[in-house]
Protein backbone atom coordinates (compact mmCIF):
# COMPACT_ATOMS: atom_id res chain seq x y z
CA UNK A 1 0.00 0.00 0.00
CA UNK A 2 1.06 3.68 -0.95
CA UNK A 3 1.62 5.90 1.93
CA UNK A 4 2.67 8.73 4.42
CA UNK A 5 2.36 8.47 7.85
CA UNK A 6 3.48 11.58 9.79
CA UNK A 7 4.20 11.59 12.98
CA UNK A 8 5.86 13.43 15.58
CA UNK A 9 3.81 17.03 15.92
CA UNK A 10 2.31 18.34 19.14
CA UNK A 11 2.02 21.36 22.05
CA UNK A 12 5.35 22.74 22.24
CA UNK A 13 6.28 26.15 23.91
CA UNK A 14 7.36 29.58 22.31
CA UNK A 15 11.35 29.07 21.91
CA UNK A 16 10.62 25.01 21.83
CA UNK A 17 11.64 22.58 19.57
CA UNK A 18 10.11 19.12 18.33
CA UNK A 19 11.05 16.88 15.49
CA UNK A 20 8.63 15.14 12.91
CA UNK A 21 8.62 12.13 11.20
CA UNK A 22 7.50 10.74 7.77
CA UNK A 23 7.39 7.03 7.17
CA UNK A 24 6.69 6.28 3.48
CA UNK A 25 6.21 2.92 2.19
CA UNK A 26 4.59 1.06 -1.17
CA UNK A 27 7.35 3.04 -3.48
CA UNK A 28 10.95 3.15 -4.31
CA UNK A 29 11.74 6.58 -1.22
CA UNK A 30 14.69 7.01 -2.70
CA UNK A 31 14.14 7.72 -6.00
CA UNK A 32 12.05 11.25 -4.88
CA UNK A 33 12.82 14.13 -3.98
CA UNK A 34 10.47 14.60 -0.96
CA UNK A 35 8.95 17.84 1.09
CA UNK A 36 7.59 18.96 4.22
CA UNK A 37 4.31 21.67 3.93
CA UNK A 38 2.23 23.52 6.44
CA UNK A 39 -1.11 24.65 6.66
CA UNK A 40 -1.95 27.01 9.37
CA UNK A 41 -5.44 27.76 10.60
CA UNK A 42 -7.01 29.57 8.11
CA UNK A 43 -4.44 29.72 5.82
CA UNK A 44 -3.36 27.84 2.62
CA UNK A 45 -1.01 24.77 2.46
CA UNK A 46 2.48 26.37 1.86
CA UNK A 47 5.81 24.62 1.18
CA UNK A 48 8.33 24.91 4.13
CA UNK A 49 11.53 22.31 2.80
CA UNK A 50 12.61 20.25 0.33
CA UNK A 51 15.11 17.98 0.08
CA UNK A 52 16.44 16.20 -2.83
CA UNK A 53 16.46 12.19 -3.23
CA UNK A 54 19.73 11.68 -2.20
CA UNK A 55 19.75 14.36 0.88
CA UNK A 56 22.41 16.35 -1.11
CA UNK A 57 20.44 20.07 -1.24
CA UNK A 58 17.79 21.32 0.92
CA UNK A 59 15.63 24.30 0.13
CA UNK A 60 13.78 26.06 2.85
CA UNK A 61 10.91 28.84 2.61
CA UNK A 62 12.00 31.97 4.33
CA UNK A 63 10.08 31.99 7.20
CA UNK A 64 11.88 28.68 8.56
CA UNK A 65 15.45 29.48 7.43
CA UNK A 66 17.82 29.05 10.09
CA UNK A 67 15.41 27.59 12.07
CA UNK A 68 14.09 24.09 10.65
CA UNK A 69 16.20 21.19 9.16
CA UNK A 70 14.99 19.03 6.54
CA UNK A 71 16.67 15.35 6.62
CA UNK A 72 16.19 11.89 5.59
CA UNK A 73 17.22 8.30 5.69
CA UNK A 74 16.90 6.21 2.66
CA UNK A 75 17.41 3.29 4.26
CA UNK A 76 14.93 3.62 6.86
CA UNK A 77 12.03 5.37 4.06
CA UNK A 78 11.80 8.34 6.48
CA UNK A 79 12.17 11.97 6.02
CA UNK A 80 12.38 14.16 9.75
CA UNK A 81 11.72 17.88 10.03
CA UNK A 82 14.14 19.10 12.93
CA UNK A 83 12.17 22.44 14.22
CA UNK A 84 13.92 24.71 16.86
CA UNK A 85 12.86 28.13 18.17
CA UNK A 86 9.34 27.15 17.38
CA UNK A 87 6.97 30.42 17.26
CA UNK A 88 3.38 30.42 17.61
CA UNK A 89 3.07 31.35 13.56
CA UNK A 90 3.99 27.93 13.14
CA UNK A 91 1.07 26.49 14.31
CA UNK A 92 -0.27 23.87 11.53
CA UNK A 93 -0.75 20.35 10.30
CA UNK A 94 2.50 19.47 9.17
CA UNK A 95 2.69 17.13 5.86
CA UNK A 96 5.01 15.50 4.03
CA UNK A 97 5.16 14.42 0.07
CA UNK A 98 7.09 12.92 -2.50
CA UNK A 99 7.32 14.25 -6.08
CA UNK A 100 4.27 12.88 -7.08
CA UNK A 101 0.89 13.41 -5.67
CA UNK A 102 0.60 11.85 -2.64
CA UNK A 103 -0.37 12.82 0.65
CA UNK A 104 -0.44 11.89 4.29
CA UNK A 105 -3.01 12.52 7.10
CA UNK A 106 -0.56 15.34 8.56
CA UNK A 107 0.61 15.81 12.45
CA UNK A 108 -0.52 18.98 14.27
CA UNK A 109 1.57 21.04 15.40
CA UNK A 110 0.82 23.69 18.13
CA UNK A 111 2.90 26.38 19.36
CA UNK A 112 1.55 28.39 22.24
CA UNK A 113 2.48 29.10 26.21
Known amino acids: ?53 GGGSTNYADSVKGRFAISRDNAKNTMYLQMNSLKPEDTAVYYCKPDFNLWGQGTQVTVSS
Do not use: D, H, N
Open 1 to 53: QVQLVESGGGLVQPGGSLRLSCAASGFSFSRYAMYWYRQGPGKERELVAAITR
